[in-house]
């Protein structure tokens, strides 16, 4: 399996920015040719997701994040990124990344998002 650790995480006021860095462990063509989503849970909910991004780039926001979230990644970095703008209190939980593909589905220990008002 593939070990996934991410960073960035914190705590930020509203309308703050913050940027998750999700790296893999090994195997570059793995990372490359598999799906990253970003996951998060707030406390008391369930598991939602929040972005995905393909092998060739292709990417999904949730509605509540569109227009202020953007996923990347860099395969020569085995990394992938969340970038958060205009954070909202409600953004707060912690975030998972994961590597999802037909043969591979690993995922982060998380990383806490505090945003506050």
């Known amino acids: 399996q593939v070990q996934l650790v991410e960073s960035g995480g914190g705590l930020v006021q509203a309308g703050g920015s913050l940027r998750l860095s999700c790296v893999a462990s090994?195997?570059?063509?793995?990372?490359?040719?598999?799906?990253i989503i970003w996951h998060r849970q707030a406390p008391g909910e369930q598991r939602e997701l929040v972005a995905s991004?393909?092998?060739?780039?292709?990417?999904n926001y949730a509605d509540s994040v569109k227009g202020r979230f953007t996923i990347s990644r860099d395969n020569t970095k085995n990394t992938a990124y969340l970038q958060m703008n205009s954070l909202k209190p409600e953004d707060t939980a912690v975030y998972y990344c994961?590597?999802?593909?037909?043969?591979?589905?690993?995922w982060g220990q998380g990383t806490q998002v505090t945003v506050s008002p």
């Open positions: 994961r590597l999802r593909g037909p043969f591979v589905n690993s």
């Open positions: 090994r195997s570059t063509f793995i990372f490359a040719t598999n799906d």
């Open positions: 991004i393909s092998g060739s780039g292709f990417t």
